[in-house]
């Protein structure tokens, strides 16, 4: 369906640009790469720099905003409270920015948050991927997802552990 919407975009645009309608039709693309979004979930904080490294270039390269989800188990939710979530924001804050600092041309322009999700891993992605609009695709990172038990209607990359 995503496919369907962007090729009806994209053909629309062109019917405007073999009218010499040239501002409309660069309009109507520009205003698609303003909503698009790449989600990227993790599972624990030790992964956090390696996500934002490998997210950065990408979202740069093609003009998206990041939204990244840190799972953690529903059992963990007992044990962390409030000082966590605080403390988790801090530190991807802190380390979003030092790793933007560190590319070639200091990017300010790319829009991330975080969010911290007690929940299954799969099911929290499906979550996200649904209430989320215009997600290009999704990058996980993740010791126990099975692909199989995904069900989202969006590309889906795995970040392997290095």
Not at 41 to 60: K, T, W
Not at 61 to 85: H, S
Not at 102 to 114: C, D
Not at 133 to 150: G, S, Y
Request: proline residues 3%; charged residues 25%; aromatic residues 8%.
């Amino acid at each position: 369906m995503k496919i369907m919407k962007m090729l009806e975009s994209i053909t629309t645009a062109a019917a405007f640009a073999e009218a010499g309608e040239w501002d409309t039709a660069l309009d109507m693309m520009k205003a698609d790469d303003k909503q698009k979004k790449i989600i990227v979930a993790y599972d624990g904080e030790p992964a956090e720099r390696q996500v934002i490294q490998a997210a950065l270039p990408i979202a740069a390269r093609l003009q998206c905003e990041l939204l990244f989800a840190c799972v953690q188990g529903k059992a963990k939710a007992e044990q962390l409270g409030k000082q966590f979530l605080e403390s988790s924001n801090r530190s991807f804050k802190r380390i979003f920015s030092e790793e933007v600092a560190k590319l070639p041309n200091s990017i300010a322009t790319i829009h991330a948050r975080q969010v911290v999700v007690f929940s299954s891993f799969n099911e929290a992605v499906r979550n996200i991927c649904n209430e989320t609009r215009e997600v290009e695709f999704v990058i996980l990172r993740c010791e126990e997802c099975k692909p199989a038990q995904l069900h989202i209607d969006v590309p889906y990359f795995f970040m392997t552990n290095t």
